[in-house]
């Protein structure tokens, strides 16, 4: 438990983690895990808008993942909002998806049809396994502040299953790149305070065959 070296009470640290950039895997909707792909210039656009709205409030430090779409996004948040270069948190990358990374979702289901094994691919619960201590760790480096973390959808997607009971993301709701989501570190757990969903149409949960 981090605690308040004045009076000894748990301290709360903010933690907000934002979703990269968009690439050119994302434009043409191709699972990238842990293959790099840098940022395209919409996603070096969209960082520049988070770091734009997110100068309305406080930040002390920020930390990325290490895969090159993550950094550059937060290097462009640092530099909109005044603050050093970011510190990387490996455990942050992207969740590892094995044999499907760089098909399509169509082209997932023809390979590996629901039920059927990707090799490779990591579970949910191993991205908590790796991701939850680092957060801890970034807590207690940083008690009492605000910390904004660029991440991947995959690991964010994971972190809200998990603090929500499995309630969200629904199925309507996607986590857009460029997106922020506020979460607490108190008394050795994460806590979601803000989840930044943007809803589908109907058209893209059912898509219409043209």
Not at 9 to 37: A, C, K, Y
Request: charged share 25%; glycine share 8%.
């Amino acid at each position: 438990m981090t605690t308040d070296s004045k009076d000894g009470f748990p301290t709360m640290t903010r933690i907000s983690i934002v979703r990269h950039g968009q690439t050119e895997w994302n434009l043409h909707r191709r699972i990238q895990g842990s293959t790099d792909i840098p940022l395209n210039s919409v996603g070096r656009a969209q960082a520049a808008e988070a770091g734009v709205r997110l100068r309305e409030r406080r930040w002390d430090v920020v930390v990325a993942s290490p895969l090159m779409r993550a950094h550059e996004t937060a290097r462009i948040i640092a530099g909109e909002l005044d603050l050093p270069s970011p510190e990387i948190v490996s455990e942050l990358t992207e969740r590892h998806h094995g044999e499907i990374e760089g098909l399509t979702f169509a082209e997932r289901q023809a390979r590996f049809p629901d039920g059927v094994p990707v090799p490779g691919l990591e579970s949910r619960q191993d991205v908590l396994d790796r991701v939850l201590p680092s957060l801890a760790r970034v807590a207690a480096a940083h008690p009492g502040k605000s910390v904004l973390a660029v991440s991947h959808g995959g690991i964010i997607g994971t972190l809200i299953r998990h603090t929500s009971g499995g309630q969200r993301p629904r199925h309507d709701e996607l986590i857009a790149n460029g997106s922020v989501h506020d979460f607490i570190w108190q008394d050795g757990e994460l806590v979601l305070e803000h989840f930044d969903a943007t809803v589908r149409s109907l058209d893209e949960i059912f898509p219409v065959i043209r």
